[in-house]
């Protein structure tokens, strides 16, 4: 009876094996196909076999069909690795954001909605190779309207910055999937005859949602500091794990490359003499960043993660008020280079034994300090313009350093079953990370010169299935904390403003209206992953 039923499994599962190998673009391998096929008249012969032979031959037909088993699972693995896998994220949002202006005035969207869909690839080939991708739809609800001439423009304009590379999908823009990430990671176990875990990665990075930033976002964390970089990027990593070499928990160091603009000729550009590709002398230097990731320990319940970094050639508006008092001429130009660092500290629970409390076990505490430095180049101002009585912010040439630090908790909610959180974090006046893809629809937390606030709450509903509400309120010292670089990040003191606006300065009065002093933003979410 028992060989009987083995037999029955083994045939069951072949079936089920072969409709997903048939699922593949409607087509077997040939290879397969053939062994399935083998295997399947082999299984019709022992179970010919089984109803004429007595009890004598049951070890003989319980080995074949072991065997036959272990190759079926070998053809199932097979199988498995032969496919991308596919997965879902969808996330329908509504934000309430209100912005207080440094005249008094509002301005606010009481109900934007919003849809965002992931669809997340991975493949393995081996056990040492993984390809990873991920494409994106992040758009409001309804049509983008035309700006009609005005200062302001609408969502996907190509007048605006939201349809940047290093936020294209970070930003709400158009009904169109566009690719978020994609690339290629190499697991190795052996770092030149070390001995030593390495890895290797080259493509569109997981760049963005890091280390900190990921916990009200309710995602595992990728690969930067979130208190730094926070951005789309291309490029490459390699990360050497030293944990076993001397005995450190979770020692690691990386190396990380990234490019963030290129300087290329179009290949039909319009113009006879044509050098496709080449670099053009009118465009902006290409954009470049180098850096490294050392994590000294983690052992899973305390982490601690710190990086270093130089970005080559960053770009902005070069603006002069003192040469055209309108402020009209505008030049974007590479204003020089940026350095950046951190420290981050996380620890997830506050006990590592769950039966002595569960609370306290599911508890996790963060701090982080991060700091920026301008290296301008020549008497360009990365951070500042020139007014009508002389340099605002950063002087000509002149090298500014800013700090920021960050701090939150989130906390079990057992009767429910979800998580409670809040951050806090605080800039200075030159303060300046590449944080631009934060989530927040009123822009980034991090980057901001003054204070920022935030509450959330996660709650699951069923499986795979979750829901957010989230306040987040920053109340800004200086100007410029969301701008790039040049003009548009000169840190002006909101307060200084208003008294000079309030002494008759008609510059100060002109600038009140679209100084933004406090910025609000309430979200409810609901997000399916599959």
């Not at 693995?77 to 309430?96: G, L």
């Not at 890091?210 to 990360?239: C, K, M, T, W, Y």
């Not at 113009?271 to 230097?285: F, K, L, R, T, W």
Request: glycine residues 12%; hydrophobic residues 35%.
């Amino acid at each position: 009876m028992k060989k009987i039923v083995g037999i029955s499994i083994v045939t069951a599962t072949m079936l089920m094996a072969g409709g997903e190998l048939a699922n593949m673009d409607n087509r077997y391998d040939e290879n397969l196909r053939a062994e399935l096929e083998a295997l399947k008249s082999e299984v019709a012969e022992l179970r010919k076999g089984s109803q004429s032979k007595g009890d004598s031959d049951n070890s003989k037909l319980e080995k074949k069909i072991k065997k036959l088993s272990k190759k079926l699972s070998e053809i199932k693995a097979h199988d498995a690795k032969d496919n991308i896998k596919w997965s879902v994220d969808f996330r329908t949002s509504m934000d309430s954001i209100e912005y207080t202006m440094a005249d008094g005035s509002k301005r606010e969207n009481s109900d934007l909605f919003a849809n965002r869909l992931w669809l997340n690839m991975a493949y393995s080939p081996t056990d040492k190779v993984i390809f990873k991708g991920q494409l994106a739809y992040n758009k409001a609800y309804g049509a983008t309207l035309p700006d009609n001439g005005g200062s302001t423009f609408q969502r996907g304009f190509s007048s605006g910055f939201d349809g940047f590379d290093w936020v294209i999908n970070e930003n709400l823009t158009d009904n169109t999937m566009k690719l978020r990430q994609a690339y290629w990671l190499y697991l190795g176990d052996d770092f030149l005859g070390t001995g030593l875990g390495w890895t290797a990665s080259v493509g569109r990075r997981p760049s963005t949602t890091g280390f900190l930033a990921n916990l009200r976002e309710d995602d595992v964390a990728q690969s930067p500091l979130g208190h730094l970089i926070d951005v789309e990027f291309d490029g490459a990593s390699s990360e050497l794990k030293l944990e076993d070499a001397v005995g450190v928990p979770g020692m690691a160091f990386k190396v990380c490359m990234g490019q963030g603009a290129t300087n290329a000729v179009a290949r039909f550009d319009g113009n006879q003499d044509q050098a496709a590709y080449a670099g053009s002398s009118d465009v902006i230097e290409d954009i470049r960043l180098g850096g490294v990731i050392f994590t000294p320990y983690d052992d899973k319940q305390y982490t601690v993660k710190t990086t270093a970094y130089k970005a080559f050639n960053v770009p902005g508006f070069q603006q002069d008020f003192a040469a055209d008092p309108t402020g009209r001429t505008m030049q974007f130009s590479t204003t020089g280079d940026m350095l950046g660092a951190g420290i981050s500290l996380l620890v997830d629970g506050l006990t590592d034994d769950m039966d002595e409390s569960e609370f306290l076990y599911e508890t996790k505490l963060f701090a982080s300090f991060a700091w920026s430095k301008s290296l301008p180049d020549g008497n360009n101002q990365i951070m500042g313009m020139m007014g009508p009585r002389g340099a605002m912010g950063a002087a000509p040439g002149e090298e500014q350093t800013g700090t920021s630090y960050w701090v939150g908790a989130q906390i079990p909610v057992s009767f429910l079953g979800g998580k409670l959180g809040a951050e806090y974090n605080q800039g200075s006046e030159y303060w300046r990370p590449f944080t631009y893809g934060e989530d927040t629809m009123v822009g980034s937390k991090l980057a901001a010169r003054g204070k920022a606030f935030e509450i959330y709450y996660t709650q699951p509903l069923a499986k795979g299935l979750s829901a957010q509400i989230r306040w987040t309120k920053i109340d800004y010292d200086y100007t410029g904390s969301q701008g790039f670089f040049g003009a548009g990040g000169t840190p002006i003191k909101i307060s200084d403003l208003k008294a000079g606006a309030a002494a008759g300065d008609p510059m100060s009065q002109s600038m009140l209206a679209g100084t933004i002093e406090e910025a609000q933003d309430i979200r409810a979410y609901i997000r399916y992953r599959f």
